[in-house]
């Protein structure tokens, strides 16, 4: 999977964090609900995604290559590719590209809170 240079936006020191991301909107139309958007993402090599709170929607952060380590609420969890994490409404999530020398990428599906019926 790669980026499209025409879609795709450099954010630098992501909140606070340290080096870029680049981020891609996937979704080339509305999702069904409850999924909101589908991002492309990749840490650049020893980068670091600043601690954030999720305000609006629950997350899944899924590996694609490369190492890092997310915290969620403050607990860490290794992730490769193929690994997933998620990130509820409300949590807080930090990632650390766990090299030096190679970009991390991984994918994240936001998903709207549903309130059980």
């Not at 650049?44 to 899944?60: C, L």
């Not at 709207?112 to 019926?117: E, I, T």
């Amino acid at each position: 999977m790669d980026f499209d240079p025409a879609r795709v936006v450099r954010r630098e020191a992501l909140f606070g964090g340290v080096g870029s991301v680049l981020v891609q909107a996937l979704e080339e139309s509305p999702l069904p609900a409850p999924f909101t958007t589908v991002l492309l993402c990749e840490l650049s090599p020893g980068g670091r995604v600043g601690a954030h709170v999720q305000q609006t929607d629950s997350e899944i952060v899924v590996g694609l290559a490369g190492e890092a380590v997310l915290y969620v609420d403050g607990l860490a969890h290794a992730l490769r590719p193929g690994g997933a994490a998620g990130l509820p409404l409300g949590g807080k999530l930090e990632i650390d590209n766990a090299s030096a020398e190679a970009p991390f990428r991984y994918l994240i599906v936001k998903a709207a809170y549903l309130p059980s019926r």
